[in-house]
């Protein structure tokens, strides 16, 4: 194994949205670190600059005190996919092909917690069998320096608009309806777990009444903390393409039919052919 030096890394979309900022870690040889928050948060982020897959807008990256920034991926030697190999092989996540199957796994059981955003809340609690069982668990804080930081947003709670003729209209829409209407927070909340997106939202009936699904636990107010700390987060034009066809080749690794070297690639491979193939 390796030790990892993070230092003072940002990084930033459009070159004002900051997704990761200025994040600073050590992280030993032989020491097991996991990297918890909702959908959104920057830690798929954080772990593809350790990997080398995407550029820090700023900072730096040292395994073994060696400085990687200018190192091609596939020669830093980096184990984040064979390490979720392990875990997969030993049984502690399960493997879901589609979204049908993320839910049966859920309903049945198989699947006991998942790491992710806010919009995980009405899905889990659709299953009236799991009623009180589930619970919204805080961001793990690390100890040892007063520069370590939880990085969260409430995935799930934002509003995507597409970037086609209609797109000013949907935002107007969108600007003059549930932006300014606590109404219409409060039944969103109400009917489907939704945590608003909104500061000013936080406060309507339903998000302070608590959730008795989570055993009375207030949803709302415990991802709004962590919201309230974070940036804004751009999830760039083409992450969902890129992501899918990750899923795709990882899925093929963690079957034994090709190597982490071959998946990053082929990975890289595609990501040029959808950037490219969108201009």
């Known amino acids: 194994m390796a030790s990892v030096r993070i230092e003072k890394l940002c990084k930033t979309f459009d070159e004002k949205t900051n997704v990761v900022d200025d994040v600073s870690v050590c992280i030993r040889d032989n020491e097991f670190v996991v990297i918890v928050g909702p959908s959104g948060c920057g830690k798929t982020t954080t772990l593809n600059i350790i990997a080398g897959l995407e550029k820090p807008s700023s900072g730096h990256i040292f395994i073994d005190d060696e400085c990687v920034d200018d190192v091609e991926p596939k020669d830093r030697n980096i184990a984040m996919m064979s390490t979720l190999k392990k875990l997969h092989d030993s049984g502690v996540v399960a493997l879901a092909s589609s979204w049908d199957d993320i839910i049966a796994k859920f309903y049945s059981g198989e699947a006991a917690g998942v790491i992710g955003g806010s919009w995980w809340a009405p899905v ?12 919204v668990a805080p961001i793990p804080t690390m100890t040892g320096s007063s520069e370590y930081k939880n990085y969260s947003s409430c995935g799930g709670c934002s509003w995507y ?119």
């Not at 889990?124 to 619970?135: K, M, Q, S, V």
């Not at 949803?219 to 034009?237: H, Q, T």
């Open 124 to 135: 889990i609690a659709a299953n009236e069998d799991h009623f009180g069982l589930w619970r």
């Open 161 to 279: 608009v597409i970037n086609n003729d209609n797109s000013k209209v949907a935002i107007d829409f969108l600007t003059d309806t549930i932006a300014v209407s606590d109404e219409i927070a409060d039944k969103l909340v109400a009917s489907n777990q939704v945590v608003p997106a909104l500061k000013t939202a936080f406060s309507v009936p339903s998000a302070t009444a608590g959730d008795p699904y989570f055993g009375g636990q207030n949803i709302c107010e415990i991802m709004a903390k962590w919201g309230e700390d974070v940036p804004y987060v751009n999830y760039s034009s083409h992450s969902y393409e890129i992501a899918y066809a990750h899923g795709n080749l990882f899925t093929d690794y963690l079957a034994g039919n090709t190597t982490a070297e071959e998946v990053v690639n082929e990975l890289q491979v595609e990501a040029e052919a959808i950037v490219s193939g969108s201009n």
